[in-house]
């Protein structure tokens, strides 16, 4: 099966161009990636002369949500002095690298007696290719994991087949796979990451006037536009102020942009007329996407569901107020005294999201545009809630989300489980 993975892989591009996205999620579950079922080792089954540790596996040698995500778990094990190893599977997702920050790290082999997965599921069949499953039966396997609706789908029932245990990355995604998973699933919330410095004179190296104030809407397109739902923020954004209020200015930064150009030419004509639109879709590294957020004075975030919403809680930890629709992930951080939240009506997915078909009974949020709106003005006038979405952002976002208290978590369930002294 890898040898013929490695045979179809140059098509791949060309074939996910041609078809639409959820045809492409279908076919690359059913005909690329589809696993073998195989019985799940017996409980006792793995290695114990094997040294305990994690042995990482990921794309954190890329520079989407999927590749950020390992690497913040690979500082929450190096917080928590956890013996690990990353096993980087990039090559095998089509994704060219651009972070080689654990690479030092890095291994062909399985050193450890953890497996720690952090891709999602319906990436598993990637790694059933990717690694030696020999290896893989003589350890304990964890999966980390997000998932952005309240049901996990039926289609991916055979993902849990070769784990012991799962992750989550927040209380909505573990209440979405407990209803399914026929193994234990716990939550191990994300963290702010190393927020380090950001580019001294930030608004003159991106070329943004001082006297603006921002707003900034970023997404993944490859994440599903119509769920992270960027429309709606201009909409409010459009509702909140006039072409003629050139005090305020609106930051688009798209990821992976290259098969949505019809998306992003409607998005930017409906803005057309407004004088202050900063639009980035080339690659930001980690401290120039750090940089525009904290020189932004609000980040928008009306997504119709997150699993956990990273980027929101990084400029909560920077001091840059936020406004989101008040559903899924995001709550687990949000309330409304740390968030301009905002109101929702639950309205069928309609086949709009990956694994969901338009007969099937899945709900996502309806962001409320006018409250947004509402939010957008107060923001602008009324500086002691400002202050105060700041200043409790901060908190919130610095005291409970960091990589101490993530590795805590991972520490204390791998001690539990017997597999770490």
Same mark, same amino acid.
């Given at each position: ?9 140059p ?12 045809? !492409?999620?279908?076919? #690359?579950?059913?005909?690329?990636f ?13 290695? &114990?002369?094997?040294?305990? +540790? ?6 954190? #040698?890329?520079?989407?949500?999927? +590749?950020?995500? +390992? ?12 013996p ?29 007696n953890?497996?720690?997965? &952090? ?5 598993l ?16 396997n964890?999966?980390? !994991? ?14 849990f ?12 995604? *573990? ?7 026929p ?8 963290? *702010? ?41 201009v909409?409010?954004?459009?509702? &909140? ?14 990821s992976?942009?290259?098969?949505? #150009?019809?998306h992003?030419?409607?998005l ?14 080339k ?22 569901s ?11 930890a ?5 406004? /989101?629709? /008040? ?12 968030a /301009? ?13 990956? /694994? ?14 006018a409250?947004? &709106?509402e ?7 009324d500086?002691? !809630? ?36």
């Amino acid at each position: 099966m890898r040898h013929l993975y490695k045979i179809l892989r140059p098509i791949k591009p060309l074939i996910k161009a041609i078809l639409p996205s959820k045809a !492409w999620d279908r076919l #690359r579950w059913y005909v690329f990636f589809k696993p073998k079922k195989t019985k799940a080792p017996p409980s006792g089954f793995y290695d &114990a002369s094997l040294p305990q +540790g994690v042995n990482l596996i990921g794309i954190l #040698r890329a520079g989407n949500s999927i +590749g950020v995500l +390992g690497r913040l778990v690979a500082q929450a094990l190096t917080a928590a002095e956890i013996p690990f190893c990353v096993i980087d599977i990039s090559e095998y997702f089509i994704i060219t690298p651009c972070n080689a920050e654990y690479e030092h790290k890095e291994s062909v082999k399985q050193k450890y007696n953890v497996n720690l997965i &952090a891709v999602n599921a319906d990436s598993l069949p990637v790694v059933s290719i990717s690694l030696d499953q020999a290896d893989m039966r003589k350890r304990f396997n964890i999966g980390y !994991w997000a998932w952005e609706l309240a049901e996990f789908p039926d289609i991916w029932q055979s993902a849990f087949e070769m784990y012991k245990e799962i992750w989550t990355l927040s209380t909505f995604c *573990t209440s979405s796979v407990e209803k399914k998973s026929p193994v234990p699933v716990l939550t191990v919330p994300l963290h *702010t990451g190393k927020l380090g410095s950001c580019i001294n004179n930030g608004r003159e190296y991106f070329s943004i006037p001082h006297n603006v104030f921002l707003f900034m809407i970023a997404y993944d397109c490859n994440s599903y536009v119509e769920r992270k739902n960027p429309q709606a923020s201009v909409r409010a954004f459009m509702d &909140a102020f006039s072409p003629e209020d050139r005090h305020v200015g609106l930051v688009l930064k798209l990821s992976y942009p290259e098969n949505y #150009r019809s998306h992003i030419k409607e998005l930017l004509e409906t803005l057309s007329e407004y004088p202050n639109i900063f639009y980035f879709d080339k690659y930001l590294s980690d401290v120039e996407i750090r940089t525009l957020v904290n020189i932004s004075d609000t980040f928008v975030s009306l997504h119709r569901s997150e699993g956990f919403g990273l980027i929101p809680l990084e400029a909560m930890a920077l001091g840059t107020p936020v406004i /989101a629709t /008040a559903w899924s992930g995001n709550m687990d951080y949000m309330n409304h005294k740390n968030a /301009a939240l905002v109101d929702y009506t639950l309205v069928p997915v309609n086949g709009q999201y990956v /694994a969901t078909t338009p007969e099937e009974d899945y709900m996502w949020a309806e962001p409320d545009i006018a409250e947004a &709106a509402e939010h957008m003005r107060r923001l602008v006038s009324d500086k002691v !809630w400002r202050e105060e979405l700041i200043n409790n952002g901060k908190a919130t976002a610095n005291t409970f989300f960091s990589a101490e208290n993530m590795g805590k978590i991972i520490r204390k369930r791998l001690q539990a489980l017997g597999l770490l002294d």
